[in-house]
């Protein structure tokens, strides 16, 4: 080509030609066109932008330390003037301009400018990749100069209307800066330089502007600071997010862009159908109090609640930091908490840092940010939801209540209008998020706020090609290279420039970055459609995979929501907030139909959350009473008599397993009709379930298949086998000095109990109690490995304080194994329920009534009120080592079983 040589108008490609510079023919399908005063528009506005995020940095700066998630601030000028000059001018030129060949001449930019043949670290040593370092000024002319170029070959007729291809390639350049402006802002922010609006002042460099370009279509956008002001004086200190979830219903859904669209990257083509089960989804991204509560409950322990990929990342940041983990920005203030009255909400034990600022409380209603993929993955699984797909999050931001494949779909959440101020955070007019529930005017068909702007939101889906994909020209690398590793992400965030932002956009993070302002919504709803959920709320649940008769209780009770259609989830009051503002926002935002609460004072705080913010609505709750509800905690004083009424009185319904538990009860407190299935009180004693595994014969010997292996215990000691998770109401040490005693001459019995550690200090004082007596402590196991070792023991032992375990009791009864229970109302009556059938369906029993010193033979085992009591018992029924067993437990065995 030859050098130009006068100032005449710049010769360019006509559009027949420019066309064909692309093998796949994807130039010949551009169709839009601006005017050269609208895109001289976009040229000068980009400029601004660039230099109002960068010119304040001085060369030290500018270099920037290296750091993961972060270019030189000149680097980036560098790539962007390469952008400028090969992907857009030289394509359209056929003259060259000699300042962009002379910097040619002087330094090999494509080996250090072009983002694919510079990797990460060459971009802080460019004296190795080209032999000297150009410096920040050099590349800033570089850019000046590429830019420049481009924008000459605009000519000087306002009113020409550009050709198509001729709009296409400076559209992509412009927006291709405009993606580099964002990077600049994360950047200052990132490495804690100043913020740009704060160096600028008031305003920025908005304040003397009327109008700039608000899309590539042509539109623009007004500045009003009167309304930036507005949003920024609404900073709530409230906990709880008032606004829920929108139901999307619209069957099928037409994913990616249309031929006839404005603007299109490749990533986007082409607009398919696929269908769209019915789904429900956030109207408000995650907020700092939401997210804050994630973590005081557990959230980065909780290793059930990360995928694998989440869990390998997070161990990967311990082992580096060895610090608390939390958002990036996050440090933890330890005297939030001591400051208040100890129901504090979670967010005051943090302090966010955003650039330069000094550590500041967090604001509870703005949105989280800087979280990965994996964190937000997490906090789904914690509140019973899941990550929006794409598709979802797309039907939800473009659709209207009325859509169907076919009719249009939105550009932006609330139509077509342009981008302003009242209607999405963007182009860093605010200097930072807004709260979640502010901006109305810009919410989409379902209620949804902040879906363009805000924060970038997380979804679901892996970001790969659309049918139909199909590179685009010039920009080869701008998607194929990163399909099937990034996570779809979409939205945009309040550093993001209105002419890329819109609902249709398709932008890509790793899973792993947190140095871009993301944070996400909640979604619910299954591949079969959206149904009724319930949260289901234990006392503790065991990590190691043991489970305790609550759990095991509530996997019953979810088993039999999930077979009638309703989804159900379980956690421990311990995964659940400590304060009660945080406990109802979470009640909210899990957005259940009903909450399952097992034991009134164990889990009350549910309950009392529910009964305190009434004017939330917040589901129904059905209380499912404990043994030690109604014969420890309530008995235990006036006020604790007070709080189970007024738990029961909040609870919608109030179930109890046994009759002798609503009779123990506080008098009056429950109001229970037997015939009336409409009554608030209702007994539902618990069924008994066999795994069917436990029909098999099993061969092999390891570890969980063998009771007397695993316990070491001689053939002929008979085994008593106490399962039960390691807390006082269990009282497994009750037999302890009496069974050290029966033993003092020869072992004539073992004593073997099993369970998850409920109580860390009790369980000590076990371990202790049990090797000092030579009696077994296995670790709790699960369930199909307890029901094996009831089958394996001669006799299974209960030891419980009050009435508890009855599950376990009625599982011995079916497995043969003879029971011997401590002599409690709860256990007498469980007893006296199961010899009423057995009398029913068998007739009188024809064993002698026998009672001991401190014990007595009924119907269907063995109860005992002292611990020497219950080895007389063995004694006299001949269960002991070498004893001759008694007729009559045979037929108690025949009895239970029935």
Same mark, same amino acid.
């Given at each position: 080509h030859a050098h130009a040589t006068t100032a005449a108008a710049p010769r360019t490609r006509d559009e027949a030609t420019l066309a064909t510079l692309d093998a796949y023919g994807s130039l010949a399908e551009k169709h839009h066109r601006l005017t050269v005063k609208h895109m001289r528009a976009l040229y000068a506005d980009v400029r601004t932008r660039r230099a109002f995020v960068v010119d304040d940095l001085n060369a030290f700066q500018r270099r920037a330390a290296r750091t993961g998630g972060v270019n030189p601030f000149d680097w980036s000028d560098g790539h962007c003037a390469h952008f400028y000059e090969f992907m857009c001018a030289r394509l359209l030129a056929l003259d060259i301009d000699d300042e962009c060949e002379a910097i040619g001449e002087t330094c090999d930019v494509h080996a250090l400018f072009d983002s694919f043949r510079a990797d990460h670290a060459d971009r802080w040593r460019p004296e190795t990749v080209v032999g000297h370092d150009p410096g920040g000024n050099a590349c800033a002319r570089y850019?000046?100069?590429?830019?420049?170029?481009?924008?000459?070959?605009?000519?000087?007729?306002?009113?020409?209307?550009?050709?198509?291809?001729?709009? !296409?390639?400076?559209?992509?350049?412009?927006?291709?800066?405009?993606?580099?402006?964002?990077?600049?802002?994360?950047?200052?922010?990132?490495?804690?330089?100043?913020?740009?609006?704060?160096?600028?002042?008031?305003?920025?460099?908005?304040?003397?502007?009327?109008? !700039?370009?608000?899309?590539?279509?042509?539109?623009? !956008?007004?500045?009003?600071q009167k309304a930036i002001k507005s949003s920024d004086d609404k900073r709530s200190n409230d906990v709880i997010t008032m606004l829920g979830y929108g139901v999307v219903d619209v069957g099928a859904y037409r994913m990616g862009a249309e031929k006839d669209d404005a603007w299109v990257f490749d990533a986007e083509r082409w607009a398919?159908?696929?269908?769209?089960?019915?789904?429900?989804?956030?109207?408000?991204?995650?907020?700092?109090?939401?997210?804050?509560?994630?973590?005081?409950?557990?959230?980065?322990?909780?290793?059930?609640?990360?995928?694998?990929?989440?869990?390998?990342?997070? $161990?990967?940041?311990?082992?580096?930091?060895?610090?608390?983990?939390?958002?990036?920005?996050?440090?933890?203030?330890?005297?939030?908490?001591?400051?208040?009255?100890?129901?504090?909400?979670?967010?005051?034990?943090?302090?966010?840092?955003?650039?330069?600022?000094?550590?500041?409380?967090?604001?509870?209603?703005?949105?989280?940010?800087?979280?990965?993929?994996?964190?937000?993955?997490?906090?789904?699984?914690?509140?019973?939801?899941?990550?929006? $797909?794409?598709?979802?999050?797309?039907?939800?931001?473009?659709?209207?209540?009325?859509?169907?494949?076919?009719?249009?779909?939105?550009?932006?959440?609330?139509?077509?209008?342009?981008?302003?101020?009242?209607?999405?955070?963007?182009?860093?007019?605010?200097?930072?998020?807004?709260?979640?529930?502010?901006?109305?005017?810009g919410e989409s068909a379902y209620g949804c706020r902040h879906m363009v702007g805000n924060v970038w939101e997380w979804t679901a889906s892996a970001f790969l090609p659309f049918p139909g994909f199909q590179m685009d020209f010039p920009y080869r690398e701008n998607s194929c290279p990163w399909f099937g590793y990034r996570k779809v992400v979409k939205g945009g965030c309040w550093a993001t420039s209105a002419p890329i932002a819109r609902a249709g956009y398709r932008h890509s993070f790793w899973p792993d970055m947190h140095h871009t302002f993301s944070g996400f919504r909640v979604a619910l709803g299954a591949a079969d459609?959206?149904?009724?959920?319930?949260?289901?709320?234990?006392?503790?649940?065991?990590?190691?995979?043991?489970?305790?008769?609550?759990?095991?209780?509530?996997?019953?009770?979810?088993?039999?929501?999930?077979?009638?259609?309703?989804?159900?989830?379980?956690?421990?009051?311990?995964?659940?907030?400590?304060?009660?503002?945080?406990?109802?926002?979470?009640?909210?935002?899990?957005?259940?139909d009903f909450i399952i609460v097992l034991h009134a004072f164990k889990c009350g705080a549910v309950i009392d959350a529910v009964g305190e913010f009434k004017s939330l609505k917040l589901p129904p709750v059905v209380l499912i009473l404990g043994g030690t509800d109604v014969n420890v905690d309530a008995k235990s004083s006036d006020m604790s008599d007070r709080l189970f009424?007024?738990?029961?009185?909040?609870?919608?319904?109030?179930?109890?397993?046994?009759?002798?538990?609503?009779?123990?009860?506080?008098?009056?407190?429950?109001?229970?009709?037997?015939?009336?299935?409409?009554?608030?009180?209702?007994?539902?004693?618990?069924?008994?379930?066999?795994?069917?595994?436990?029909?098999?014969?099993?061969?092999?010997?390891?570890?969980?298949?063998?009771?007397?292996?695993?316990?070491?215990?001689?053939?002929?000691?008979?085994?008593?086998?106490?399962?039960?998770?390691?807390?006082?109401?269990?009282?497994?040490?009750?037999l302890s000095r009496a069974f050290a005693a029966y033993n003092s001459s020869d072992t004539r019995v073992h004593l073997t109990a099993c369970g998850p550690e409920m109580d860390a200090k009790y369980a000590k004082d076990v371990r202790d109690e049990y090797q000092r007596v030579d009696a077994t402590l296995l670790p709790g196991l699960d369930r199909e490995v307890v029901l094996r070792y009831i089958a394996d023991a001669k006799i299974l032992l209960n030891t419980s304080v009050s009435e508890g375990q009855s599950g376990?009791?009625?599982?011995? /009864? /079916?497995?043969?194994?003879?029971?011997?229970?401590?002599?409690?109302?709860?256990?007498?009556?469980?007893?006296?329920?199961?010899?009423?059938?057995?009398?029913?369906?068998?007739?009188?029993?024809?064993?002698?009534?026998?009672?001991?010193?401190?014990?007595?033979?009924?119907?269907?085992?063995?109860?005992?009120?002292?611990?020497?009591?219950?080895?007389?018992?063995?004694?006299?029924?001949?269960?002991?080592?070498?004893?001759?067993?008694?007729?009559?437990?045979?037929?108690?065995?025949?009895?239970a079983r029935e």
């Open positions: 850019r000046a100069a590429a830019a420049g170029w481009c924008e000459r070959l605009l000519g000087d007729d306002d009113s020409r209307l550009m050709g198509a291809v001729e709009t !296409y390639l400076h559209t992509y350049a412009v927006l291709h800066e405009h993606w580099h402006v964002e990077d600049y802002v994360q950047a200052r922010n990132t490495l804690c330089y100043s913020s740009p609006v704060h160096t600028q002042g008031d305003g920025g460099v908005w304040a003397a502007r009327e109008t !700039y370009p608000a899309d590539v279509r042509g539109g623009t !956008y007004t500045v009003s398919h159908d696929l269908p769209a089960p019915k789904f429900a989804i956030a109207q408000t991204c995650c907020t700092n109090a939401q997210f804050a509560a994630f973590i005081q409950c557990g959230g980065y322990e909780n290793r059930s609640l990360w995928s694998h990929e989440g869990w390998r990342w997070l $161990t990967r940041l311990k082992n580096d930091h060895d610090k608390c983990v939390g958002p990036l920005g996050w440090a933890p203030f330890p005297f939030g908490e001591a400051l208040t009255d100890g129901n504090a909400p979670a967010y005051t034990a943090w302090r966010v840092t955003q650039f330069d600022n000094t550590p500041a409380p967090l604001r509870p209603q703005r949105p989280v940010c800087h979280v990965t993929w994996y964190e937000a993955e997490a906090y789904c699984n914690w509140i019973g939801g899941r990550l929006p $797909t794409e598709l979802e999050w797309e039907a939800a931001a473009r659709t209207s209540k009325d859509y169907a494949v076919g009719k249009p779909r939105r550009t932006y959440p609330w139509g077509e209008t342009p981008p302003n101020a009242t209607l999405a955070n963007l182009d860093i007019h605010r200097n930072g998020t807004v709260d979640v529930d502010g901006l109305e005017e459609g959206l149904r009724k959920r319930a949260l289901l709320v234990v006392p503790q649940m065991h990590r190691s995979g043991a489970k305790c008769g609550n759990v095991v209780t509530m996997e019953r009770i979810s088993e039999h929501l999930k077979a009638n259609g309703i989804d159900a989830f379980t956690r421990s009051i311990q995964e659940l907030p400590r304060s009660s503002q945080d406990m109802a926002n979470i009640l909210k935002t899990m957005h259940v009424r007024e738990r029961v009185d909040i609870a919608t319904k109030v179930v109890s397993f046994s009759l002798s538990m609503i009779a123990a009860a506080p008098k009056d407190s429950l109001k229970f009709e037997e015939s009336d299935i409409n009554a608030k009180c209702q007994l539902i004693p618990q069924g008994v379930h066999m795994l069917p595994t436990l029909a098999r014969p099993w061969t092999k010997r390891k570890r969980g298949e063998s009771l007397r292996v695993d316990a070491g215990v001689d053939d002929d000691v008979p085994i008593m086998f106490l399962p039960g998770g390691l807390r006082p109401v269990k009282d497994v040490c009750y376990t009791i009625a599982e011995a /009864m /079916m497995l043969g194994t003879l029971v011997f229970a401590r002599d409690n109302p709860g256990n007498r009556h469980l007893f006296d329920l199961c010899e009423a059938r057995a009398l029913a369906t068998l007739g009188p029993s024809t064993a002698e009534p026998i009672k001991g010193d401190g014990w007595e033979l009924h119907g269907v085992g063995i109860l005992f009120n002292t611990p020497e009591g219950c080895f007389r018992a063995l004694d006299a029924l001949g269960l002991g080592k070498g004893g001759s067993e008694h007729e009559c437990v045979q037929i108690a065995r025949v009895r």
